[in-house]
Structures are given as structure tokens and as C-alpha cells.
């Protein structure tokens, strides 16, 4: 832990990875946007196994445990101080155990305030505006969501920590908010950083903090574009899958496929390590860099190295 800032009843956003990515992108777009710095990281190790190893080169790499970090911006005066918690993934047992911890933590920097982001996949197309649901630990809360055109949850479930951590905060007495980002369900897999856009609208808008969204509007365009011409090729595709026993394949080409799929071409990586580069100068370009790790679906494996970008210099 570096040295923890003077914070003044800041709020506290905690995502994971989830559907569409919804609170991965939004809060790495916070701390790029806000020029955030890691000032904590929450140790709970022996809630985590290992289910499986990384091979290279032949050779068993040592075990990796999700790291769960903590991010903090120090507003002008005035305004709201924030704390975004990333996690690389949930626990698999002690789920209210590690929330606990967490609110605890949170209590001890004067968190005044919790939230989670999440998806909501429903039967919405792309096209459609991206709706936000919440759920909260008070009625006074949700009273001051609804001028915000916020949706709420009614009935349900929020699954996983992002619901677990409200149930533990409402326990302590913390005040929480789940803003669950809308959408489509036939997209889950896949990226959706309109729900992003969506959620963070909302929180901005709660907190009184004004940022720049072009970036991550452009980007949630230019997905929805994609995304559109995917339904039209659906929809175009109505004849019969193609018999299976028709199709060869062979050891040969799926061990090519299996080591092109790992690998990069050297102008990506050189790409990457330019925008790192960049995003080392200036943190607000971060979001640059996460979108093309995206892109290529490599953001996993340089995670830790993203987030470094966000350390407080020595």
C-alpha cells in the first residue's frame, strides 16, 4: 500500500469482469479520464484457487492469483472525491467474506457512499438506446435516482459480487447502488461499451462530476456499427447449416490455428507498446490503448501491465 490520499467522503465504485464489460470499461475509463493513481491493493488470496496453469515454451509458469486493486482521485474542492476498485476476478468461495473486507476497508478511507456497475442483457437491438436499472440499500436512494431516467429493479437478481456487496454494505449500514447497464442478449460475449456509456452518464451525473464521454461514445459507435452488420448477416443467413460430415479437418491445421491464435503480429505489438508508451506520458490516453487491446482481445494478458500505468510514480 502507498501512501493513502486524503480523501473527503469520497464514493466508491467496484467492478469486475461480466457481461459486455460493462463495469470493466466504465471504470477504466474513469481512471483514465481522471488521471486516477493505485494508492491500495486488497490481499485475499486464500479465497482464491487455481484451476488451471499457463504453459510457455513447454515449461509451467507459477500460479496467478487475481489481484484486487484500489484507485483513488482527489477532486477540486468542491467536488467528489472517487475510489475505483478493479478486481481481475471473483472468488469462488467466501464471496461475503472478501465483501466484507472490502467494506471494511472502504468504511476506514470514509467511503460515504458505494456503488457497483453491471450488464443487463435483454431482448434490446442495436439501434436502441441503452437503458439503466438500479437497485439500492435504501428507498431515499432510489427516490433520487428516478429524475435521472434510471429504471428500477423492481424484482430479480443481481448475481455474483456486484449484488453480494450491496447485501454486505447494506449490513453495515453503508449505503449502495448497483446501476446495471442494458444490453442485448444475443451480444453477451461480446463487448458492449454503450451500456458503459450508459451507467457512467448516470454516475457522473450523481456525483456532479463533468468529464469528457467523447471517447467512449465513439467507441461505443463504431461497436454498435459492427454489431448492426452482424444481425443483417444473421439475417441473411437462412439457409441449412452445411452437413458436418462434409467438413475435413485435420491435427496439422488446428495446431496452426491454435499458434496463430496466440500469437500477434509484429506491427500490433509494436502498435501496443507505442500506445503504452503514450499512455505512460499521459493517463488520459489510456482508454486509446485498453480499446485496442480489445480489439485484439489481448486485454487479459496485459492487464497488470495496464494497470501499472496507475502507480503512484516512486
Known amino acids: 500500500m502507498t501512501d493513502t490520499p486524503q480523501l473527503d467522503h469520497p464514493w466508491l465504485i467496484a467492478v469486475w469482469p461480466g457481461m459486455g464489460h460493462v463495469a470493466l470499461s466504465a471504470g477504466y475509463y474513469l481512471m483514465s ?24 515454451d513447454g515449461l509451467v509458469q507459477k500460479p496467478h492469483r487475481p489481484r484486487s486493486r484500489l484507485f483513488a482521485w482527489k477532486a477540486p474542492p468542491g467536488g467528489r472525491d472517487v475510489i475505483v476498485f478493479i ?10 467474506a472478501f465483501c466484507e473486507r472490502l467494506i471494511d476497508f472502504a468504511r476506514d478511507q470514509g467511503v460515504e457512499r458505494l456503488f457497483t456497475f453491471a450488464a443487463m442483457a435483454t431482448e434490446m437491438q442495436p439501434g436502441s438506446e441503452a437503458r439503466v436499472f438500479a437497485a439500492a440499500t435504501q428507498q431515499s436512494l432510489l427516490d433520487a435516482a428516478v429524475p435521472l431516467n434510471v429504471h428500477i429493479l423492481d424484482d430479480g437478481h443481481v448475481g455474483g459480487l456486484n449484488g453480494v456487496l450491496l447485501a454486505a454494505a447494506a449490513e453495515k449500514g453503508m449505503p449502495g447502488f448497483c446501476l446495471l447497464g442494458e444490453m442485448p442478449h444475443i451480444f453477451m460475449q461480446l463487448l458492449y461499451p454503450k451500456a458503459s456509456l450508459a451507467v457512467l452518464r448516470v454516475f457522473l451525473s450523481m456525483a456532479k462530476i463533468d468529464l469528457d464521454l467523447a471517447e467512449l461514445a465513439q467507441h461505443s459507435e463504431q461497436t454498435e ?3 448492426g452488420q452482424i444481425v443483417a448477416e444473421m439475417h441473411r ?7 458436418p460430415s462434409e467438413e475435413t479437418t485435420s491435427e496439422e491445421t488446428t495446431g496452426e490455428e491454435w499458434k496463430l491464435a496466440s500469437k500477434i503480429s509484429p506491427e500490433d505489438e509494436q502498435r501496443i507498446n507505442s500506445l503504452f508508451e503514450i499512455a505512460g506520458q499521459d493517463r488520459s490516453l489510456a482508454f486509446e490503448l485498453k480499446s485496442e487491446l480489445d480489439r485484439l482481445g489481448l486485454f487479459e494478458s496485459y492487464e497488470d501491465r495496464f494497470l501499472d500505468l496507475f502507480k503512484k510514480p516512486e
Do not use: I, N, Y
Not at 87 to 96: A, D, M, N
Open 33 to 56: 479520464k481522471l488521471g486516477m493513481v493505485q494508492f491500495a491493493e486488497l490481499t485475499a488470496g486464500e479465497l482464491f484457487d487455481v484451476d488451471a496453469v499457463v504453459v510457455k
Open 237 to 243: 443467413r437462412l439457409e441449412p447449416e452445411p452437413d
Open 87 to 96: 478486481g481481475e476476478s471473483q472468488p469462488q468461495l467466501g464471496k461475503l
Open 225 to 227: 456499427h459492427r454489431l
